[in-house]
């Protein structure tokens, strides 16, 4: 099996665990700030023991140290709209709006990597913007806030997936995972007292939101992280992003059988879900025909 080819299976694996995320964040009672704090305090938490994490991070440059932080703030803020997505409009959504993050990739990548850009990778990146707005047109009024949030949270991953992809040969992939949780986990308890609603700032879990955050910080955080980190050596950013974009398929299904999303939502919706999808399904038909 060539390195590609295992780290597409890989990249899909965890496209399979990243679905369960929105699902598991709609189970947690909590807010959207304190359920990410607590997600990245317990994944960092788990990666801190390792004594590998330690070593590898006692080699960074401060440089590289700042580079991982950056990236880190990123994923927190995409965490953070992603969830305010879900609670705003229902996990279907803030799934789908996902399918923007190549629009954004297309136009981001090329600049920070320092390549030309390329026109496929930018029809496909705009070819997906009709499908959210088809998405858009079939919502109801109150979950259109949900909506936006969610296309926000698209272009903090697209910030997340090109700066992750500059540095990801740099360091050992659980200490970059460790250092960029750990980052998000300051940002946002500094942050939490100023705009946390009254009573939400550190909320303590109950017994079963402490349950589906432990399962949500250590399957569905610690592993994919770090699974995605080193497939990405041998995937662009824009490859790893358009596979990304399989999750809405799995949140939808998963969504329509635990919540019955599929009442709350029209036929435009999922006629947009499959304008996304088909931008997915054409990217590696073009990448094979090169």
């Known amino acids: 099996m060539s390195p590609h080819t295992k780290a597409q299976l890989q990249i899909h694996f965890c496209v399979l665990l990243w679905g369960f995320t929105a699902i598991v964040g709609k189970l947690i009672t909590l807010a959207a700030l304190p359920l990410v704090w607590w997600r990245m305090l317990i994944a960092a938490g788990a990666l801190a023991v390792l004594p590998r994490v330690w070593h590898a991070c006692r080699r960074m440059s401060p440089r590289l140290v700042a580079g991982y932080a950056f990236v880190g703030v990123a994923l927190a803020l995409h965490w953070l709209t992603f969830y305010a997505s879900v609670k ?4 279907s959504v ?3 709006c996902m399918g923007l993050a190549p629009a954004f990739l297309a136009l981001i990548e090329p600049v920070i990597m320092r390549r030309p850009f390329d026109l496929r990778e930018l029809a496909l990146g705009i070819a997906v913007i009709p499908g959210v707005a088809l998405v858009a047109g079939g919502l109801p009024d109150a979950m259109f806030e949900g909506l936006v949030v969610g296309i926000v949270s698209a272009f903090f991953v697209a910030i997340y997936g090109v700066v992750n992809k500059r540095l990801v040969d740099a360091s050992d992939p659980l200490a970059i995972t460790a250092l960029e949780l750990a980052t998000g986990v300051v940002v946002l308890g500094l942050a ?3 705009v946390a609603s009254t009573g939400e700032a550190f909320a303590v879990p109950g017994a079963a939101d402490a349950f589906w955050l432990t399962v949500l910080a250590l399957v569905l955080t610690v592993l994919p ?5 080193v497939a990405m050596r041998h995937i662009s950013a824009f490859g790893v992003q358009l596979a990304t974009n399989l999750e809405p398929v799995y949140v939808v299904l998963i969504a329509m059988v635990l919540f019955g999303e599929h009442h709350e939502l029209t036929w435009q919706f999922y006629a947009g879900l ?3 999808l088909g931008a997915v399904l054409a990217y590696p038909l073009i990448k094979r025909a090169e």
């Not at 705003?88 to 996990?91: G, H």
């Not at 992280?225 to 980190?229: A, M, N, V």
């Open 94 to 96: 803030a799934a789908t």
């Open 192 to 194: 939490m007292p100023f």
């Open 274 to 276: 499959a304008v996304i």
């Open 225 to 229: 992280l770090t699974l995605s980190l």
């Open 88 to 91: 705003l409009a229902n996990a």
